[in-house]
T-cell receptor, first 117, second 113 residues
Framework: GAVVSQHPSWVICKSGTSVKIECRSL??????MFWYRQFPKQSLMLMAT?????????EQGVEKDKFLINHASLTLSTLTVTSAHPEDSSFYIC?????????????FGSGTRLTVV | QKEVEQDPGPLSVPEGAIVSLNCTYS??????FMWYRQYSRKGPELLMY????GNKEDGRFTAQVDKSSKYISLFIRDSQPSDSATYLC?????????????FGKGTKLSVIP
């Protein structure tokens, strides 16, 4: 079945530094990648949508200069949290969408827990 | 009114019980409906994927979609402690993977041994 690998699974960084999170589709080509943020006991909040080879589309209220998304290939997308602050601490999850219909369109990574100290 | 409404619970049931989880939605353009299970500190895992109205069964899980009422359900038979998790409903206008999903808030389920 469709597998999406996300790492690191958790990371602790100092305030002011940058953190990169990777999301890979292992057995299918992901033309679209979605990045979500999830706060404790809350649902997933879509941050941005990226299509391979083009700029990401950010949801309202999400700072594109702070959350840099790169989708350079059909199997890899990265989210970089720049100049991280404690309020950026959260659970970040990616999902990969294939070019066709079916369950391959909605497979999620295992998430990255970011703690900024 | 939010596009997708889901009772966050928590819902606590004894082992072996039948569990009913529900979502309502307001956007009639939604055609594809999904249920995800999310364990603590993990990404959501796709459980059921259905198109339009009707029922779909997979083992102990049954998904129902009633588009006329804009209401979807997930039933879990013979619930097990390992079913304890948060269940998220999600829906989309298209089955193509390039379309974003709209999620419910999730219902936290605890199955007590």
């Amino acid at each position: 079945g469709a597998v999406v690998s996300q790492h690191p699974s958790w990371v602790i960084c100092k305030s002011g530094t940058s953190v990169k999170i990777e999301c890979r589709s292992l057995d299918f080509q992901a033309t679209t990648m979605f990045w979500y943020r999830q706060f404790p006991k809350q649902s997933l909040m879509l941050m941005a949508t990226s299509n391979e080879g083009s700029k990401a589309t950010y949801e309202q209220g999400v700072e594109k200069d702070k959350f840099l998304i790169n989708h350079a290939s059909l199997t890899l997308s990265t989210l970089t949290v720049t100049s991280a602050h404690p309020e950026d601490s959260s659970f970040y999850i990616c999902s990969a969408g294939g070019s066709g219909e079916g369950v391959y369109g909605y497979t999620f990574g295992s998430g990255t827990r970011l703690t900024v100290v | 009114q939010k596009e997708v409404e889901q009772d966050p619970g928590p819902l606590s049931v004894p082992e072996g019980a039948i569990v009913s989880l529900n979502c309502t939605y307001s956007n009639s353009a939604f055609q594809y409906f999904m249920w995800y299970r999310q364990y603590s500190r993990k990404g959501p895992e796709l459980l059921m994927y259905t198109y339009s109205s009707g029922n779909k069964e997979d083992g102990r899980f049954t998904a129902q979609v009633d588009k006329s009422s804009k209401y979807i359900s997930l039933f879990i038979r013979d619930s097990q402690p390992s079913d304890s998790a948060t269940y998220l409903c999600a829906m989309s206008r298209s089955g193509a993977g390039s379309y974003q999903l709209t999620f419910g808030k999730g219902t936290k389920l605890s199955v007590i041994p």
